[in-house]
């Protein structure tokens, strides 16, 4: 299996059918294949090399789909970088990657003077906005125009085909590697379960496509023909308008967004009726959001999907039927048609039914591992397990339910946060004695980043302080939206933060139920 | 990708949903799992090593589908036997396999002695009929009972999974070798075209197991969950019934079963209506049957499957919806998600669409290759794609119409028989100056082996006494249903037969569309 391999059969099959729509601009399969055999003649030309690394920077677009098929089609590697990051972070995994070559649109062109200083190995910037190339950047079409097509390299298999960063426990972002294989097992077995992409329909990208829950999305719909609507970014009165203007059947969305969506009065007239699948995941969806969405779109069928980068993404599934029975709707869903799941106790011992442990996945989407960490590779997949770092149960029909984050791990409108990197940036402040940064309950967020500080005493800062503090090291997202001042924080005999005693002041004394 | 993996899924989400009903046997996936994991622990008792082939023969059963998992599970190689060829070529198959555990069921015990005979490398039989075990042989219910479970050693992702025999050209059987990953992708890749197999039905056994069309539809059907309703063999009245009683929901049978079961008058009465597929492939199907069919069973989408073994099998559909259309009924559908399908010329140049070339197919489902022929495998995979032997053209939306075999292979009621077999066994009767096998038009059959024979003068064998002869060598379906007696066989220059010349009279001068 091969990323290129849906082009291919798309070019083949539906020539004529519009592969892209991008605002007024639509290119159909014939036009993609046409521009991305150039592309990645283009790439080569450059110097890219077999397994070289090529990044982009850039809100969505008819240019991603094709950066994500050029790239493979010149034997090289993804590496999307998280739009929502800071400049550290995103230089950080541009240097940690040995990212040479890199796309960037309008919005980042700012960025560039950083990244250049920060990743030393950024080597060619390449252009692919509606003006201008800045100094020193060439620009996407006119290599396009300037290059001969080159025959693909059907890179696949095993072959490592995107290095796609996360937050990591350890405060620093980790590369999650990820083969051919691992991408298209993940569509292909979600897709089988029957409610993912209505065959020759129209996938609406909304959701960041850097990051995999879109990307995985766009891997199936390529991969079973039919066309991508592209937004630049999630707007409620955008979305809807694309829907309706284009007659959208499916569309992938965190519950934030489903909640944007059917509140704003934006979108009161659109015409949604074309939907017929909605996939959520990334965090939790209320029951009265499941039923003001339902009411607002009712002839989409919703599917769950849980899972993580590291499992390319999907492990499993709640389908639309499953919606339909209450004591479900709080549910994961069940294994997905290519994965297995279980749940294991701190030792890799299986667990009864109904006993909370660790939640481990095996199946050919489990990534290759963590780039250049082999140490970290080794605990993640010990036993041939993907060790999520999420808890959860099982029920008796296999349903799973996630009920906290051994990761210790916020996920507020579907992106992570990784506690630690909040506690990292806030200690640099001179005024911060220790901290704390929990996840709460959020009607809008799914989950808030809530900083528990004691401070030293002697400044006073506000809670905005220390946010804007936070937001000089890390993404603004990640900045903590509320501030409670302690004299103290909980301890454990051995000195260690009770955690578990801060949130049950906001979740309760009982499991999490965050699914 | 592991074929245990469905085992594992359906047992945590569906534990007392019927895995297997045959007869009046029905067994839960509960009950499998545990029969499972003590098969493997006896067959590991036996001595059974990893990637140790153990072979069956047998028709169709309960046992059939525990054997596909208990081998894999003790880390084992399927070898599933021919139940319709020759002692002498399944012999051939055992011992160029290296199959030393065999399963057998009462139909086949006759056999035994043969087998052993010219198959020394057989040292174990498993017997798995109603009776008792023969002398020598083992019985399985008895070792399921005195052995206890041993863990499953998910044996899986490019490893061998099976061994399938398919005649050859050369006139001897070759084994296919077939991976996990091979297996798993044409079943998820055929299910995610959204038409396959319905989430959670009933799959119908009634084509044999040992091919790999019904155990790639196996494959399918444990991945997804579900039940495998299973009948020891094809009859009208046996699959009608089955059908109703057990309210099936797919079925993968051949054209010939097709119009037997549609034309019997032992299935007049029967309900049909809880079917939702209906896949078939492997010969053509006409307009006239696929009308009765279509009358016969109306709940039913037909979905045509293109494809052999080396491929896992599939590489076309052909959609539901294609079959609304004339011109599309002859075609053999368009490549499957998980497939990539183009036309060559003899050095392997893509060829223009409309014109008539090599079938080539490339992805995860192409075989690993023929065992122990590494000449074989190279030339049937060079470039990194299976060329099939089938001449074919692509239309302008991706259609595979295929159009001859260049293998010069028939392909009757089902069953491939390659002429050259035919030929070789003709040969050696003594009143045989020279013959040729070909394929011609049959209303029941789709293609009927027909032989063309120039006789020495000696003697003067009537056609059955030829038909015995041949049936002596090889498989009784392989036998010419139809004599031809001739003075002489039309030749080339170079003193090839023309069997171009010979096809034309029953097929006319243009492209044979047998599909």
């Known amino acids: 299996m091969y990323l290129t391999q849906g082009l291919h059969r798309t070019v083949q099959q539906t020539p004529d059918l519009p592969a892209t729509i991008f605002g007024d601009r639509t290119r159909t399969w ?199 609507v592209i937004v630049p970014g999630f707007t409620p009165a955008g979305v809807a308008d694309a829907i309706e203007r284009h007659r959208v059947t499916d569309v992938l969305l965190v519950p934030t967004m489903v909640q944007m969506l059917v509140d704003s009065p934006d979108t009161a007239d659109s015409d949604l009726s074309s939907l017929c699948n909605l996939i959520y995941g990334a965090s939790p969806i209320s029951e009265a959001l499941l039923e003001r969405a339902g009411k607002r779109m009712p002839t989409a069928a919703f599917t769950q999907a849980y899972g993580m980068t590291e499992l390319s993404p999907v492990a499993t599934l709640l389908s639309p039927g499953d919606h339909g029975v209450a004591g479900l709707r709080r549910s994961a869903g069940r294994a997905a048609p290519h994965a297995e799941v279980r749940i294991v106790d701190d030792e890799d011992r299986e667990v009864p039914n109904g006993t909370v442990g660790e939640i481990v996945c095996r199946g050919s989407h489990v990534m290759l591992g963590y780039w250049n960490r082999p140490e970290e590779t080794e605990a993640a997949l010990r036993g041939g397990w993907m060790h999520t770092g999420d808890g959860g149960y099982l029920d008796d029909d296999g349903y799973l339910f996630v009920v906290d984050r051994i990761k210790d791990m916020i996920v507020s409108g579907g992106e992570n946060v990784y506690s630690v990197e909040v506690e990292n940036a806030l200690g640099k402040h001179p005024s911060v004695a220790s901290c704390a940064v929990i996840g709460v309950p959020d009607e809008d967020w799914g989950e808030r980043v809530h900083a528990v500080v004691v401070l030293t005493g002697d400044t006073s800062p506000t809670a905005e302080d220390l946010r804007a503090h936070v937001k000089e090291h890390i993404a603004g997202y990640k900045a903590p939206r509320t501030v409670e001042f302690v004299d103290s924080l909980p301890l454990s005999g051995a000195g260690k933060i009770l955690k578990r005693d801060l949130r049950a002041r906001y979740w309760g004394e009982g499991a999490r139920n965050v699914h």
């Open 30 to 228: 014939a036009d993609s294949a046409r521009r991305v055999a150039r592309f990645a003649g283009a790439l080569r030309a450059l110097g890219v090399g077999s397994g070289d690394r090529v990044g982009i920077l850039a809100n969505n677009s008819d240019i991603y789909h094709e950066y994500m098929l050029a790239v493979p089609w010149a034997d090289a590697v993804l590496t999307p970088a998280n739009t929502r990051w800071s400049a550290a972070e995103i230089a950080f995994s541009l240097q940690d990657s040995d990212t040479r070559v890199l796309l960037v649109d309008d919005a980042f062109v700012p960025m560039l003077p950083r990244l250049h200083a920060e990743a030393p190995v950024l080597r060619t910037v390449i252009y692919i906005g509606d003006g201008s190339a800045p100094d020193g950047a060439l620009d996407l079409e006119e290599l396009i125009a300037g290059h001969d097509p080159i025959p693909d390299a059907r890179r696949g298999g095993d072959s490592l085909a995107g290095v796609y960063y996360t937050g990591g426990t350890t405060g620093k972002p980790k590369g999650v590697m990820l083969s051919h294989l691992n991408l298209l097992t993940s569509a292909l077995g979600a897709t089988a379960s029957g409610t993912f992409m209505v065959p020759g329909g129209r996938l609406l990208h909304a959701a960041p496509m850097f990051h995999l829950a879109d990307g995985a999305a766009w891997v199936a719909r390529t991969s079973v023909g039919g066309t991508h």
